[in-house]
């Protein structure tokens, strides 16, 4: 008797300590791992911009649509040669209670771009001077650069108080959500901050980012309800989450181009029939299937369908699955036993096992691959930076403006480790910056059909974003670039 | 009665291993499918007279690939944990019998290949060496030789202390051959079990390998790497962890078995049966 | 006993300078540097290097590592570069975790181990030894991996009974606790059975189970003393390397331990972070090791330190 009325109290008390998690206005999301650092001079992790977008905000900031909308600036202008751009700035207040001045956004620009401080000061580099007029900052910049409000939606474009101290840590910015604790490889707690310039509250009054590196455990505590979304659920455990009561899967572009990677400049594949025939070899629907799930958009181009206004649809005809086709190409190029190395990156499974049926089907064209797997370091080391590889597959995130994606393929990017070079390309991705509306366009199209026909890499695919939640989460919001819109969420 | 089941559970011993050898061999020659041919139209399928084990997430199938990667779980574990069982029974040999600097030398190496985190040295081995499976039986033995250093050391100080070890000394007995003849033998069971533990971990530790990137390379497959590819479709089909996980069950079982006899046959000498 | 202790003491220092070094150097001979990770596929040569030079990573690699010895002894242990927490603060919130989670493990499994061990060994032919046996086999061939998402899945998913994963109240760490302890239980029990086994072979045993001292007493006082010998060890090897975490388990169960950190850290080559999550593991083992052989030594009168 006692003994069981023992057991009943150790139950309830069991209950009662976990039934904590559930109480109202909190959500708790899962992501794969820690932020790098909240310093936006620092900051290059994807998953730090997911955290960061609630946390700070820019003059500008993206759209879900991919657009851009005003932020801390209320509207602006640009001048008619297009190189002086005024914003001017709206009533708002940081977290820490102080308003945003003139002199906060000079500052937090002017350290953004310069190369001594910022790791991206590169990508500002279009500025030629920031000044502070009353409530209002002029931008000039060295030329017209149709992207240029593009670059300051992303992270390293925040606006911060010009005395804040170390912000990697303890970030001060205007977005709907500061950050309250951090516990690494815990959590991070967000709270609602209430000041927002919007006026608007969002619904939840705390957000828990909980990190978990198994995506096996992020779908089990998902339906034990200790968490209520995952923004970027792996495709491998997606038919753990189908069909499950009180869950749902909202799947949208990720903006991702997974592609495999052609070392250009070494032999045999300086030969573009040797890359055609590798490009023909590929049954790219198998492996949407084997490596996705069929979650995901076959690609011929260099941007996902995400990059609405600039995506080139009309590339499909150019390197159909073909493999009779490919077995003629080797042959006229003399390479009909053509052995390679195929370098796949061990971080993703992913592209891991694109990477094996790619192989499988390759070989059946009469080609030897040798798989190799590496760790991360090695990849960044030896494929990415040395350019010391046959072939490799990974996948390039999108960004808002098709300018930051093809810049990548221009002779002398330094992230061009296809060593490709095309002079009519360089030419066009020049071009695209000075050009506007219907002309920029025509220039992007162009310059996708080169990609397309000249083959720096193979591209296979946008896959999908999987948002999983529990049903009574609303609002999901998904967003062409890497982030978690929390604001925009509720129960 | 009693000598009928423990001749029973030896030969089970024997069946076991015997049976996992010409399995082996079996797979050396002949697998029903290719192991590795993928066919992602098949994936998933359940067991069926046509793929006995069913197929994996790649449509290959797994009866074929378990035949062919038991060549590679099996040596790699056997390979790995007889390589440190030897340098660490001599080295805890030493250790426990000379003493003194010796000892603290040898245990202080062994703390240090302890402490030293086991993706360091996988990835400074893949760093160096290609991968493959010598890399992958060198890494694995080198992780086995402090556990078996320590288990010998620690029954050498408590056995060089007994009388037989003493009265061999007395008699002139040289330090090989009281190592050798006397302590030895009564360092058996503690080794046999630690064998036995070593091999599981040894066979799994193989697939923690292969997933930095150090171990042996796809498409080839290994137990623990389909064990481990299996992870995220256990609900989906349970016979991807099934197969894998019974056959490394059976294996170390086997092993166990055989091991078992030993103990159990000294008992039975001990008690005049 | 002196002499001893200043042995043990030289023994000390040069083991955590070797292994200190040795991290030192491995980090440095991996491709890929700290750098590189940092930035990715972004990364622009003019980031690259000023990334190294904030690092200082262009700096020779020998000053490099006397400065950073000599910070770390005075107690500046640097900023981990992939957190960007110093590495204190990390250090001190991972050790504990897992330093208790270690403690707790090895606690159930030898608890476990005690009785099942005793039993395999005082019964060895009976149906229930077997079973045991066979179950403890079993045991060391399941992957920790599928023991965790297997009771996640029993008693967080299915009864809702425990939290299925992270580290709020001391509930949340009876599932870890479990998973971590089964196998390890699985080794010890094995270890206790061959080690009571022989040690009721031998012939002090029978002499005094001949000379009718009571069961009891020849078990607990003379058999077991002997047979403790080797689970000892292999609760101390086990120990030590719960110690330096756990992967898997801290992964499956969303644990902030030491083995998250330190797989991190190798990733991101993280060096102030890696050298003194090494650095302190080394100095607790030795510490542990120190402790475990006096208690050796107390254990069994016969191994004596010269």
Redesign the interface.
Known sequence: MWKRMGLQLIIALLLLTWGGFASAQVLNVAIPQDPDSFDPTRTVAAATSEVAFNIYEGLVKATPEGGVAPALASHWTVDQGGTLYTFYLREAYFHDGSPVTVEDVVHSLNRARDPELAVRAGELAVIKEITALENAVQIELHEPHGAFLYLLTEVYASIYPKGAGDLSRKPIGTGPYYLADWGPNQRLELRRFEHHWSGQRPYFAQVNFLIMPDENSMVLNLKAGRIQLIPRLEVSVLHQVENSPGIKVLASPMNLVQLFAINNARPPFDDLRVRRALALGLNREEILLGAAWGNGFLLDSALSPAMAGFYHDGLGEINPYDPQRAKELLREAGQENLRFTLTLPANYPFHVQAGEIAAQQWQALGLEVDLEIVEWGTWLERVYTQRDYDVSIIGLAGRLDPHAILVRYTTDSSRNFFNFSNARYDELIELGLRAEGEERRAIYLEAQEILARELPGIFIMDPQQLAAMREEVQGWRSYPVYVVDLASLYQ | MKVKTTMNSRSWGRILVGFMLAFTILGWVYTPHDPNQISIAKRFQPPSGEHPLGTDHFGRDVLSRILWGARISLAVGVAAVCLGAAAGVALGLAAGFFGGWWDELLMRLSTSLQALPSILLALLFAAIWSPGVPVVVWGIALGNIPSFLRVTRNQVLSIKQRPYVEAARALGAGDLRIMLRHILPNLRGALLVQLSVSLAGAILAEASLSYLGVGIQPPDPSWGRMLREAQPYGSLAPWLVLAPGLFIALAVIGFNLLGDNWILGRERVAKGE | MKRYLW??A???L??AL??NF??FF??Q?????PA????????????YA??RRELSLDKPVLPRYGQWLLRFIGGQWGNSW????PVRE?VS??FPLSLGLALLAVGAAAGAALPVGLYMALR??SFGS?LL??GT??G????Q??V??LL??LF??QL??????????W??FLLPTLTLALPRMA?LS??LR??M??A???DYV?TARAKGLPQGSVLFKHALR?AA??P???A??QF??LL?GT?VVE????L??VG?????G????DLPL?QAV?TL??LL??LF?LAFDLC?GLL?P???Y?
């Open positions: 042995r043990r030289g023994g000390f040069l083991t070797l292994v040795a991290t491995i980090l001979v991996l491709p890929g540097d590189l990770l940092m930035l990715g596929t972004e990364g622009s040569p003019e980031a000023a990334l992939r957190y960007s927490l990390l919130r991972a060895p032919r077997r046996s066979l086999q079993l060391l061939g399941l992957p991996f599928w965790g998402i996640i899945q967080a998913v809702r009974l425990l939290p299925p994963g992270g580290a709020e109240g509930v949340s080794v094995r270890f061959a080690g086994l022989e009721l072979a031998e029978r002997n010998l080797g000892l060890t292999a101390g090897v030590a390397q330096a992967i992964q499956v169960f969303g902030p331990g998250q950190l330190l797989l991190n190798v990733f991101q080559r890696v090494v593991v080394v083992i030795l090791d050796l069994d016969r191994i004596r010269e």
